[in-house]
């Protein structure tokens, strides 16, 4: 094995950290003071997901279909106002990925 060398250290250092350097962090999402309303406006399929939240900051079994920046506002609600008072759930619903129907997100098949 060879001899090590500052220049070598200063080399791999820098490889490090070009090579572990991510993509930029897009900014948080602003958490609202009440329950966002409801929105499931879309364009095409990936505008749409699912949250298992309800305005209760509770997680239920069966999804809610929604746009992509309405799912991101109730998380962010919710991770800051936990629910206080949820049930425990067992959960076993399968539901196919969200489509975008006349312009608004519903259940895929």
């Known amino acids: ?3 090590v060398t500052f220049r070598g250290l200063v080399l791999a250092a820098a490889f490090v950290a070009l090579a572990c350097k991510s993509k930029p962090t897009p900014p948080p999402v602003p958490v609202e ?3 966002p309303a409801f929105d499931a406006t ?4 990936e505008d ?6 309800t305005s209760s900051c509770c997680q239920v079994c069966e999804p809610t279909f929604g746009s992509k920046s309405w799912v991101a506002r109730v998380e962010a609600y919710c991770e800051a106002h936990p629910g206080t008072v949820c ?3 067992a959960c076993s619903v399968m539901v196919g990925p969200p489509k975008c129907v006349s312009g608004q997100c519903y259940p895929g098949r």
């Open 1 to 3: 094995m060879g001899q």
């Open 33 to 35: 003071k009440v329950f």
């Open 42 to 45: 879309c364009a095409r399929d």
């Open 48 to 53: 749409c997901t699912t949250t298992d939240f």
């Open 87 to 89: 049930e425990p759930q």
